[in-house]
C-alpha cells in the first residue's frame, strides 16, 4: 500500500510498543498512542520518561524490540516498506537543530527535495525561498547557520523539514536547547503550522504551549504513558498522582 | 609578521605582547638563523672541502650539446641548403643530417667509424630535474589512489557488516605495523612476479596501499568527530545512507581531516624516496647518480633536499589555501 492509496483517519498508530537497549535499559514499555490525521499531541514528562525515545520510534531513528509502528498507513517492520520513503513523510525537529553546518541556510532547505525528491533546482530553490520567508528567515537565505541565533536556527529547522511536505511533522523538545526570549518565535511557528491542520507530535516542556495547542497532552513515566487526555482535563484535574506530583513540582 | 599563526588563540598573546615587542622577537629570530648559517658555513670551511656549487647546474639543466657520430667508413657531402649527408663505404643507407650548430669535418671529407661529424646545441632536462619529475609523478599518482583507498577502508571499518569491518581493520593493522621498506619489497618481488608489475606500477601501488592505510584512519576519525545529529537529521529528512554521507558527513568530515591530511601527504612525498631501492630514477636515486659522477656530495644533497622543500610546501600551502576557503561557514 502507498501513501496516496491510505486515507484512514489514523496518521500514527504505535500498538504495545517495547524498547530495550543494549545495555538492558527498558526504555520503553508497552506504550500505545494513536494519533489522528490534524491532530497535535504534545508529551510531557520528567527527563529518561522515554518520551524522546518514544518520539524517536515514529521515523525509527530508534527500532523498537516489540510491538508495531504505523505510520499514514504504512507499516515501518514489514519487509516490503521502504524507511526512506517513511520517513519523507515524516519530518523531524531536533532539540539541537542539527542544521548541516557546511551549508548555506538555503541549501540547508534544499539538499533533500533535490536529492531525495529528484526535483528541478529552480523549483526547489523557490519553495524554499517561500519556506524561508515564512518562518520569517526571508532575508537570511545566504548566510550560514553559525551565523544565525539558535532561534533562527530552530525555525531553519522546521523550514528544512516542511520542504519534504510531510504529513507528520516530530518536535523533539524544539525549545530546550534555546533562550528564553528566542522560545517564543519558535512556538508561534509551530502554533500557526498547527493552525493549518498538521498532525504534529511534540515533546516539550513547554507547558503554555501544550495548553493552547495541542488536542491531547500524554504523560509518560519510566517508560511507562500513564495518561493521555484532553489538555483541559490534563492540566486541571489530573487523573493520575504521578502526574499531580508532577505537574506540582514544575508549576 | 614573518610567521603570522593562522588562528590566533584570543586568550594569547594578547595583554602580554604589543606590536613593538613581536617586532623585537622576530628580529632576533632572523639573528639567531644568521648566526646558525654562520656556524654552518665556518664548521664546513674547518673540514677541507671544496664547495663547487657550479658543478650542480649541468644535472638540473643539461646544455651539453646533442652529437653526431659516425657509425661506419665513409664520406662527407655537405649540400647547399646546409644539410649534411654521409654515404657510408659498405653499402649502409646515406645519414642525412639537417641541423648542425657545430661541423667537425669538411666537405669531401673521408670518415671512420666513430668519427664525430657534428653536434646541435640543446637544453634538456638534467637527471635531478628528471628525478624530480619522477617524484612528483610517483606522489600524484600515489596520493590519488591513496585517498580512493583511504576512503573506501574508513567507509568499510565504520560500516555495520563485520565481514568489511573486519577487512579494514585487517589491512591497516597490516600496513601499518609493517615498514614502508618491507612493504615495496614484497609487492616488487612477491606480487610484481606474480602479476607482471613494472617496477613504476610496483612502486605506485606500495605507496598507495601504505598512505591509503593512513588516510583511512584520519577519515574515519573526522567521519566520527561529526555529531550524530547530523546523520540523525539527514536520515530523517529520507535521505539513504550514500546520499547522507556523500552530502552531509563526508564534506564536514573533510573539512576536519585536512591538517591530518596534510601531514599524510607531505610524508607520502618523502615517502616516495624509498622506492629507489627497485630502482626507479626519482629524486633521490638521481641525487645518489650525480654524488657518483660529480663528487660534489653536500651540494647534491642539499639541492635534493630543498627541491623536496619546494614539493612539500607547496602541497602544503595549497591545502592552507582550501583550509581557509571552506572556513567562512565557522
Known sequence: ?251 | MLFAPRYLHPYLGIKMQNKKHNVVWQALFVLTLIIIGFAVYSASQKIDYTWQWNRILPYIIDSSPAETFAENDGQVTINENGTITVDFDNGDPALLIKKADHLFVSDGAFIFAGDKISSVNQKSMGVLLEGLLMTIKLSVISLFFAIIIGLIAALMRISQNPLSRNFSFLYIEIIRGTPLLVQIFIVYFFLGTIFDLDRFTAGITALSVFTGAYIAEIIRSGIQSIPPGQMEAARSLGMNYPTAMTYVILPQAFKRTLPPMAGQLINLIKDSSLVSVISITDLTKAGREVVAGSFATFEVWFTVAALYLVLTSTLSFAIQRIEKRLSNSD
Not at chain 1, 7 to 28: P, R
Not at chain 1, 149 to 170: E, F, H, N, T, Y
Not at chain 1, 223 to 247: E, T
Request: charged share 25%; with cysteine; net charge negative.
Open chain 1, 1 to 251: 500500500m502507498t501513501r496516496a492509496d491510505y486515507k484512514g483517519e489514523e496518521m500514527v498508530i504505535a500498538n504495545s510498543v517495547d524498547k530495550i537497549y543494549a545495555n538492558n535499559c527498558h526504555a520503553l514499555k508497552k506504550v500505545s498512542v494513536t494519533v489522528k490525521r490534524g491532530e497535535v499531541v504534545v508529551i510531557i514528562g520528567p527527563s529518561g520518561s522515554g518520551k524522546s525515545t518514544f518520539l524517536r520510534t515514529l521515523n525509527q531513528l530508534e527500532t523498537v524490540t516489540e510491538g508495531e509502528v504505523i505510520i499514514d498507513g504504512i507499516k515501518m517492520y514489514d519487509p516490503s516498506t521502504n524507511i526512506n520513503t517513511l520517513r519523507e513523510n515524516v519530518g523531524m525537529v531536533f532539540q539541537s537543530f542539527n542544521l548541516f553546518p557546511h551549508l548555506s541556510v538555503k541549501k540547508n532547505v534544499m539538499l533533500a527535495p533535490l536529492k531525495v525528491l529528484k526535483l528541478s533546482k529552480a523549483q526547489v530553490e523557490e519553495e524554499a525561498i517561500k519556506l524561508l520567508t515564512r518562518v520569517g528567515l526571508g532575508e537570511k537565505i545566504n548566510v550560514f547557520p553559525s551565523q544565525l541565533s539558535g532561534g533562527q536556527q530552530q525555525r531553519v529547522a522546521i523550514a528544512r523539514a516542511l520542504a519534504m511536505k510531510p504529513d507528520l511533522m516530530l518536535f523533539d523538545e524544539p525549545t530546550s536547547a534555546l533562550d528564553p526570549e528566542m522560545v517564543g518565535e519558535v512556538l508561534e511557528v509551530m502554533k500557526s503550522l498547527a493552525e493549518e491542520g498538521m498532525t504534529m507530535v511534540v515533546v516539550t516542556h513547554e507547558m503554555g504551549f501544550a495548553n493552547e495547542v495541542a488536542d491531547r497532552v500524554l504523560f509518560m513515566e519510566d517508560g511507562q504513558l500513564l495518561v493521555d487526555d484532553v489538555p483541559d482535563k490534563f492540566f486541571k484535574n489530573p487523573s493520575h498522582p504521578r502526574l499531580k506530583k508532577f505537574l506540582s513540582s514544575i508549576l
